[in-house]
């Protein structure tokens, strides 16, 4: 049987040969009415209903809990063969964004974060992507209008799924979120960087860059990846970038207490935006503090004079508070309290 959430269009036409337009309506009862019930899709013929129900399966993923704060709900998922996966529904002002896992847990390595503690168990494939986005919708009757790549997982390292999962995201058979909506979260992969650069699906999508120091050997102390993708070669991959019109590449930086978070630090940080100037905004994230972890959070006024020396020259910043700390949804912070295996 076939996952239903990673087909596209083409596949599922190939699928019904002499009916093309089947798929079409098949595709309009998932994507549009969140309708997984083939004997409910009405102006299907009865027959092709039953033989449908054999072709296709759309759940792989078990929901075992949710954890609530008054900002986002995490949903804790169970993959087939028994791994666990999160993603966050985040509510802001006048939306819903959803954050997704692309992976289970994280080859990457980064210091600060719990997703790392775990290291990688495996890729998702592209239907266990999707179906985080039609669980949570269908569970909540919330229809995000931001998806998020910022959940457990680096997702440049999982390129094919997570194109294909953006694929179904944005087209307009599939789920028809604004290409401008969904964000691609990576560590500073510099070979993916440069490869989503040339794919015209993937440039289109946010791109979002943790950078979390202003110096390589701070960056290699918080980042192991900075080994091979250094500082100054990510920030020329990000020069070379091509966006269109308006679009800024979001350059985001966790402030972890004593260590990244001076205003010294800012200025070190300077240059590499200014070489550019209207080609990024920063993301400041105050980092959120984990049981077990010595990292700490700044206090607010030393965020806050973090933040002053980027915007007195004229660079635009933004402090993102964490939605959802009380339950560790945090960006990088994605790690289950429920699983002894992710536990640790
Ligand atoms: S912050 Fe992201 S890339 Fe780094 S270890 Fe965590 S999940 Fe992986």
């Keep these: 049987m076939k996952h239903f959430f990673s087909l596209t269009r083409e596949e599922l036409r190939k699928d019904f040969n002499k009916e093309p337009y089947r798929a079409d309506q098949l595709l309009n009862w998932v994507y549009k009415h969140f309708q997984t019930d083939f004997e409910k899709m009405s102006n299907l013929p009865k027959g092709l209903r039953q033989e449908l129900s054999s072709m296709y399966s759309f759940w792989s993923l078990e929901l075992i809990t949710t954890l609530k704060a008054e900002d986002a709900i995490k949903f804790l998922f169970k993959t087939k063969d028994g791994l666990k996966i999160e993603s966050v529904l985040i509510f802001e002002k006048d939306h819903t964004t959803l954050c997704v896992s692309s992976q289970v847990g994280c080859a990457i390595g980064c210091r600060f974060c719990a997703t790392a503690k775990d290291g990688l168990l495996r890729n998702l494939q592209p239907h266990e992507i999707v179906e985080q986005y039609m669980q949570v919708s269908i569970l909540t009757g919330e229809r995000a209008r931001n998806v998020v790549f910022m959940g457990m997982g680096e997702p440049l390292a999982n390129y094919e799924s997570v194109r294909k999962a953006a694929q179904i995201l944005v087209s307009s058979w599939g789920?028809?979120?604004?290409k401008r909506r969904i964000s691609i979260s990576t560590s500073g992969l510099i070979a993916q960087i440069k490869k989503m650069s040339?794919?015209?699906?993937m440039r289109d999508l946010n791109l979002a860059v943790s950078i979390n120091a202003p110096n390589q050997s701070l960056r290699l102390n918080l980042m192991p990846i900075s080994q091979t993708n250094t500082l100054n070669d990510l920030f020329q991959a990000l020069y070379d970038?091509?966006?269109?019109?308006?679009?800024?590449?979001?350059?985001e930086y966790v402030l972890i207490s004593g260590l990244n978070d001076s205003p010294k630090h800012?200025?070190?940080?300077?240059?590499y935006i200014l070489k550019k100037p209207g080609k990024f905004k920063v993301n400041l994230i105050p980092y959120n503090e984990e049981p077990g972890s010595n990292f700490k959070r700044p206090p607010m006024e030393r965020i806050l004079a973090f933040q002053e020396v980027l915007t007195s020259h004229h660079v635009m910043t933004h402090i993102r508070f964490s939605k959802g700390k009380d339950?560790?949804?945090?960006?990088?912070?994605?790690?289950?309290?429920?699983?002894p295996s992710l536990c640790g």
């Design 266 to 271: 800012a200025l070190e940080l300077l240059p």
């Design 241 to 251: 970038y091509p966006l269109s019109k308006g679009r800024r590449i979001m350059l």
């Design 198 to 201: 040339n794919d015209p699906l």
């Design 327 to 339: 339950i560790l949804g945090a960006c990088g912070q994605l790690r289950s309290a429920y699983n």
């Design 175 to 178: 789920l028809d979120l604004s």
